[in-house]
Nanobody, 126 residues
Framework: QVQLVESGGGSVQAGGSLRLSCAAS????????VGWFRQAPGKEREGVAV????????YYADSVKGRFTISQDNAPNTVYLQMNSLKPEDTAMYYC???????????????????WGQGTQVTVSS
């Protein structure tokens, strides 16, 4: 069974940085759509960033462009989200998700992703 485990969340002051990690087991993340999503209390889950793993393109929500960077290291099963210049409005539970379908669009739409992690909390204070 595929499992996704997020880590790296925490509490920071506005302007600070955090680096989230998404580790997958059960299969390689290469050639898949891997996205980061977030959900704040009382709000809908929204897309943050997505990467076409294995050297593909990246996409970002307008609210995080220029501040967040999604990437992967040499291992094909780990994806990162570097978050800089954090703002209080970035406070949310952050989830890693995977769409394993061939020719998937890698859209920032939660409903198309099949596998989800349990989330890691990010809290940004003023």
């Amino acid at each position: 069974q595929v499992q996704l485990v997020e880590s790296g969340g925490g509490s920071v002051q506005a302007g600070g940085s955090l680096r989230l990690s998404c580790a997958a087991s059960g299969y390689s993340l290469s050639r898949l759509c891997v996205g980061w999503f977030r959900q704040a209390p009382g709000k809908e889950r929204e897309g943050v960033a997505v990467i076409q793993s294995g050297g593909g393109k990246t996409y970002y929500a307008d609210s995080v462009k220029g501040r967040f960077t999604i990437s992967q290291d040499n291992a094909p099963n780990t994806v990162y989200l570097q978050m800089n210049s954090l703002k209080p409005e970035d406070t949310a539970m952050y989830y890693c998700a995977v769409d394993p379908r061939l020719f998937a669009s890698c859209a920032l739409v939660p409903g198309v992703y099949t596998y989800w992690g349990q989330g890691t909390q990010v809290t940004v204070s003023s």
